[in-house]
């Protein structure tokens, strides 16, 4: 979903509003609601709920109190209230879905501490706001800089000013606990305003500054996700991924979150599944899982003086061989059961899209030279008789 202003341009290149998402239409956030509410109007006597929620800059939303009775809608700037000062931000969501979210969020619309909202942005309100995320680049690079220079082991990942200018919040990353007051102190006195400085996990990092996963695609984090929900390292062993961090950490350094994308699909399966640490009881030996195939319900086992030789056996086998061991039956071998799976599986390669050959190219041509008829010359003893 895209405003008109980010179609396509002449080039085939995406045009963009070059707005970072502070845009008029609102359309280019991950963090956009679609109000499906809009076109419902109210029971007759029932007043529109007196609350709307704003987004600031990247994931940051807050809940406001339209005292002054405003006719806002979603895509306004309004100036808000703020410990100090006045916060600029884009109104997200209007009426009863307002009352939804804050009951997601746990948050009582009767609170009296609900920060109001003051006006409508004016012009002057936006050019102050918009002079100021300017800025950020910029100030972030400094700080930095200074933060090297007094040895602290902490990384700033991003700056988000006030709307009025007057405070800038730093958002940074460390392992350990960091002794930042010199540090407040020397940007305060670098740029001139206050500094208020708030740590946020490596997740939090990932999802606003984004970034390209292994999968070669935007970040979830990023783009859609707005919750994170805890990844183990049993989402990895239920799917049978190898413990390999290089693998299974994301950009974050974390575990990945799609690892629980298909969790409940592999827990679905696993249900009737034989357990992979199993034994088999055989005249011939005892036999050990070494690999399994949830979804074709596959697995296959060796005995435990031929680890190199394995045995395709199905779920149903496997499960009757466990039930007749628990008789203290034992079965003759697991050659009996391996032999009705195997099966000659022959690949055919068809053209079902009418293509050539692959091969086409290798063959030489052949060029089909035309024989020129040649006439043949006429005998002096015939040209003579005439």
Not at 48 to 69: I, Q, T, Y
Not at 226 to 241: C, G, I, K
Request: aromatic share 8%.
């Amino acid at each position: 979903m895209a405003c008109s202003s980010c179609s396509t341009g002449k080039d085939g290149q995406p045009r963009g509003c070059k707005n970072n998402g502070t845009c008029g239409s609102d359309g280019c956030n991950k963090l956009t609601v679609f109000d499906w509410l809009s076109n419902m109007s109210l029971p007759n006597g029932q007043k529109p709920f007196d609350c709307v929620e704003v987004r600031f800059k990247n994931s940051r939303k807050e809940f406001f109190r339209n005292s002054e009775n405003l006719t806002l809608s979603i895509g306004d700037v309004v100036a808000t209230q703020a410990k100090s000062g006045h916060d600029v931000g884009v109104v997200t969501l209007t009426g009863e879905l307002v009352r939804i979210q804050m009951k997601r969020k746990k948050v009582s619309p009767d609170d009296k501490t609900i920060p109001k909202i003051y006006r409508k942005a004016s012009q002057r309100d936006i050019d102050i706001w918009q002079k100021c995320r300017d800025r950020e680049e910029e100030i972030k690079k400094r700080s930095r800089e200074i933060a090297i220079s007094l040895k602290l082991q902490m990384k700033l990942s991003d700056v988000e000013f006030q709307g009025d200018g007057s405070k800038a919040t730093f958002y940074y990353t460390a392992e350990d606990r960091v002794d930042f007051r010199q540090l407040i102190k020397d940007m305060a006195k670098a740029f001139g305003i206050r500094i208020e400085m708030r740590q946020i996990g490596y997740r939090q990092e990932a999802q606003r500054l984004g970034g390209i996963g292994s999968c070669g695609r935007e970040l979830c984090c990023s783009t859609w996700l707005t919750d994170f929900r805890s990844v183990s390292t049993a989402s990895a062993r239920y799917q049978q991924l190898a413990l390999n961090p290089q693998k299974l950490a994301g950009q974050c350094g974390k575990l990945k979150c799609c690892l629980n994308y298909e969790l409940d699909m592999y827990l679905e399966a696993l249900k009737n599944f034989p357990p992979s640490d199993c034994k088999l009881k055989t005249q011939k030996g005892i036999a050990f899982c070494q690999k399994a195939d949830i979804f074709k319900e596959t697995l296959w086992f060796s005995y435990k003086d031929e680890p190199a030789t394995w045995h395709t056996l199905s779920k149903d086998q496997v499960l009757e061989i466990l039930e007749r061991n628990k008789k203290n039956e034992k079965v003759a071998s697991l050659e009996e059961y391996a032999a009705d799976n195997v099966e000659e599986e022959k690949t055919t390669f068809e053209n079902v899209v009418g293509q050539d050959s692959l091969t086409r190219f290798d063959r030489p041509k052949n060029k089909k030279r035309r024989k020129k008829k040649r006439r043949k010359p006429k005998s002096k003893a015939s040209s003579n008789a005439k």
